[in-house]
T-cell receptor, first 113, second 115 residues
């Protein structure tokens, strides 16, 4: 099975930097995704890591350590519109051999002025 | 067209009703997915279709019945649901099941209420 954990909630101030951690245990790891989801809306793709290291995309960066089963999403220069849930998701081959995307518990981020 | 379109956006149904949720994409994606999301919880995978064939059924009760009539359409047929089935039902697609870097494109969901 899979076990993907994130902090439930985080708060930060506009203009600051925040790091959202994700730890995972899966049987057939094949990539890790970060999604942003505003309340009542669809998740939107932010980043993808399959090799160890840092991927940077504008104000967002994502890091992966496969040996530690650990990833983080770094958000810089926070804006009010960044208030949302952030979902870590692992693509896992599982026992069937078919790949599927399994979501972590999600982190609700609240950005205050 | 870079969207996944889901209809209806909202649905209220009784426990004896039969209804269907629809999902459509025209991006040429060959894998499509149904997820269920309860309030303040992450999406949970229900079904995966690859090249119009059911690849994964995550032990979903038979009152949920998926159908993939062609590569662009995915349906979820609902029958004899329970109030605890009330949730946001998300459809997603990807180019293929396992190509590296392939993010999933999600639809905006159908908010289902079972009364």
């Amino acid at each position: 099975g899979q076990n993907i954990d994130q902090p439930t909630e985080m708060t930060a101030t506009e203009g600051a930097i925040v790091q959202i951690n994700c730890t995972y245990q899966t049987s057939g790891f094949n990539g890790l995704f970060w999604y942003q989801q505003h309340a009542g809306e669809a998740p939107t793709f932010l980043s993808y890591n399959v090799l160890d290291g840092l991927e940077e995309k504008g104000r967002f960066s994502s890091f992966l350590s496969r040996s530690k089963g650990y990833s983080y999403l770094l958000l810089k220069e926070l804006q009010m519109k960044d208030s949302a849930s952030y979902l870590c998701a692992v693509r896992d081959r599982g026992n069937t051999g078919f790949q599927k995307l399994v979501f972590g518990t999600g982190t609700r981020l609240l950005v205050s002025p | 067209d870079t969207e996944v379109t889901q209809t209806p956006k909202h649905l209220v149904m009784g426990m004896t009703n039969k209804k269907s949720l629809k999902c459509e994409q025209h991006m040429g994606h060959r894998a499509m997915y149904w997820y269920k999301q309860k309030a303040k919880k992450p999406p949970e995978l229900m079904f995966v279709y690859s090249y119009e064939k059911l690849s994964i059924n995550e032990s979903v009760p038979s009152r949920f019945s998926p159908e993939c009539p062609n590569s662009s359409l995915l349906n979820l047929h609902l029958h004899a649901l329970q109030p605890e089935d009330s949730a946001l039902y998300l459809c997603a697609s990807s180019q293929d099941l396992g190509l590296p870097g392939q993010g999933y494109t999600f639809g905006s969901g159908t908010r289902l209420t079972v009364v």
